[in-house]
């Protein structure tokens, strides 16, 4: 099946600090969204991305999708302590007659302030 | 706009009992709402999707009849794990689509005991 390898697992940065996150598949994908996890809660979506090359900031945020449809990273830029949680990336594709969204397993991130 | 609601957010049963979760959308109409699981310091496993007037659609290995939808209106969906075991313990987190994105529940933490 389809799978995102997502990378870091975790990173720990000082508060001010850039930070970037990446996604990678062996499978295209139509739709890439980032989604920012905080413990006991649902995923929020921060971007969402729809074409090829497509680059899309949100405030301090900025995410890109791959040429090749394959691929995605993230970056917030001067990171502040409530950046802290799990930011996981989604492909979305049409399977089985429905969109579908498969995760990466995550990348926990802690800003030291 | 674009809030999806989760009730209840906690619940603790006794083996054996069955267990309803409620899924709404707020603010907008769905007609396509997803179910998943997550372990913890997992990501999100779909379950199954959820469409308004039909029957849901289950991922492989998800038994069907151990865990009933029912997507009855164009704003709510319901879980219910039936004959609830230890081993479903677990988050369980809806989400709703509006257009190409996919906005999440709060989840409802399960606890089987």
């Known amino acids: 099946g389809q799978q995102l390898n997502q990378s870091p697992q975790s990173m720990f940065i000082q508060e001010g600090e850039d930070v970037s996150m990446n996604c990678t598949s062996s499978?295209?994908?139509?739709?890439w969204l980032w989604y920012k996890q905080d413990p006991g809660e649902g995923p929020v979506l921060l971007i969402a991305l729809y074409k090829a090359g497509e680059l899309t900031s949100n405030g301090r945020l900025t995410a890109q999708f791959g040429i090749t449809r394959k691929d995605s990273f993230l970056n917030i830029s001067a990171s502040i302590p409530s950046d802290v949680g799990i930011y996981f990336c989604a492909g979305q594709l049409l399977q089985g007659g429905s969109e579908k969204l498969v995760f990466g397993k995550g990348t926990k991130l802690t800003v030291n302030p | 706009g674009a809030v999806v609601s989760q009730h209840p957010s906690r619940v603790i049963c006794k083996s054996g009992t069955s267990v309803k979760i409620e899924c709404r959308s707020l603010?907008?109409?769905?007609?396509?709402m997803f179910w998943y699981r997550q372990f913890p310091k997992q990501s999100l496993m779909l379950m199954a999707t959820s469409n308004e007037g039909s029957k849901a659609t289950y991922e492989q290995g998800v038994e069907k009849d151990k865990f009933l939808i029912n997507h009855a209106s164009l704003t709510l969906s319901t879980l219910t794990v039936t004959s609830a075991h230890p081993e479903d313990s677990s988050f369980y987190i809806c989400s709703a689509r509006q257009g190409f994105e996919q906005y999440f529940g709060p989840g409802t933490r399960l606890t089987v005991t």
């Open positions: 499978s295209i994908f139509n739709t």
């Open positions: 603010d907008f109409q769905a007609t396509t």
